[in-house]
């Protein structure tokens, strides 16, 4: 059975960091590309940041700079480290699994920028 299990969510300040950890169950994890959206409230699914399974990255301009997608293929984790947060980036955070034809999906975790 496939899951996807995103941890490392909370409240913090503006202006402080989090890590957002990922791990792959039931998938060839080194194969897929992983990738991070986000879904803030009456907003869409956006994108935040991929890496291929060569990690090659991506990431959205608004993120550019103060987020760093990374992996480790030994332990089927992709990692979000998000420095600098703005109250902007409050959002349910969704980690991605992508492979040819093939998606999956997290259950989400939540971060809340506020002071």
């Known amino acids: 059975q496939v899951q996807l299990v995103e941890s490392g969510g909370g409240l913090v300040q503006p202006g402080e960091s989090l890590r957002l950890s990922c791990v792959a169950h039931?998938?060839?994890?080194?194969?897929?590309?992983m990738g991070w959206y986000r879904q803030a409230p009456g907003k869409q699914r956006d994108l935040v940041a991929t890496?291929?399974?060569?990690?090659?990255?991506n990431y959205a301009d608004s993120v550019k700079g103060r987020f760093t997608i990374s992996r480790d293929n030994a332990k089927n984790t992709v990692y979000l480290q998000m420095d600098s947060l703005k109250p902007e980036d409050t959002a349910v955070y969704y980690c991605?699994?992508?492979?040819?034809?093939?998606?999956?999906w997290g259950q989400g975790t939540q971060v809340t920028v506020s002071s």
């Open positions: 991605n699994g992508r492979y040819s034809v093939l998606q999956y």
């Open positions: 039931g998938i060839a994890f080194n194969r897929y590309t």
């Open positions: 890496i291929t399974s060569n990690g090659n990255t």
